[in-house]
């Protein structure tokens, strides 16, 4: 079954990262978006330094760590489920985005250095440096910060 099949019948979609680092969103956030399904993140510290006019939907996700432990987390998306009213101001932000032509993953990330190279808006000279070596990660943060608040 695919996601599209699934988000006719979900509401939400639960977008965790294998890591919680600055800036590191996949598919998995992007892919529910455009399925129009609710995603949870791990953190929205990953979203920081994003413009939430101009790339991120406002008020389109749920963040895990806004809430003290899982139960809380749980708690909310069975009231959102219970009160469609609340659950579609998820989609405010609907209108005011233009959605884009599928694209290969490859023609973006061409498109991205391009456009970074032009405006000479960021430069990364060892890619593996930046990702890996002075990446703003949180550790475990999924077993530390998050299950390890859990009423179990």
Same mark, same amino acid.
């Given at each position: 079954?695919? $996601? %599209?099949?699934?988000?006719?019948?979900?509401?939400?979609? %639960? &977008? !965790?990262?294998?890591? +919680? =680092?600055?800036?590191? *969103? @996949?598919?998995?956030?992007?892919?529910?978006?455009?399925?129009?399904? +609710?995603? *949870?993140?791990?953190?929205?510290? *990953? !979203?920081? /330094?994003?413009?939430?006019?101009?790339?991120?939907?406002? /008020?389109?996700?749920?963040?895990?760590?806004? !809430?003290?432990? +899982?139960?809380? $987390? #749980?708690?909310? $998306?069975?009231?959102?489920?219970?009160?469609?009213?609340?659950?579609?101001?998820?989609?405010?932000?609907?209108?005011?985005?233009?959605? #884009?032509?599928?694209?290969?993953?490859?023609? *973006?990330?061409?498109?991205?250095?391009?456009? &970074? #190279?032009?405006?000479?808006?960021?430069? +990364?000279?060892?890619?593996?440096?930046?990702? #890996?070596?002075?990446?703003? =990660?949180?550790?475990? !943060?999924?077993? @530390?910060?998050?299950?390890?608040? &859990?009423? $179990?």
């Amino acid at each position: 079954m695919s $996601l %599209l099949d699934l988000s006719d019948s979900h509401l939400f979609y %639960l &977008a !965790f990262e294998n890591s +919680v =680092c600055w800036n590191y *969103v @996949t598919e998995k956030f992007w892919t529910a978006i455009k399925h129009l399904t +609710v995603p *949870v993140i791990l953190s929205r510290s *990953v !979203f920081d /330094g994003f413009d939430p006019i101009t790339e991120l939907p406002p /008020g389109s996700y749920i963040a895990a760590d806004d !809430f003290p432990d +899982v139960k809380s $987390l #749980v708690d909310y $998306l069975l009231h959102l489920q219970r009160t469609p009213a609340e659950y579609a101001r998820f989609f405010d932000w609907t209108p005011k985005f233009k959605r #884009v032509p599928n694209r290969a993953n490859t023609e *973006v990330l061409c498109e991205m250095c391009k456009w &970074a #190279v032009e405006r000479k808006e960021a430069r +990364v000279e060892d890619i593996r440096r930046h990702w #890996v070596k002075e990446a703003r =990660c949180k550790p475990e !943060f999924a077993l @530390t910060h998050l299950l390890g608040r &859990a009423i $179990l």
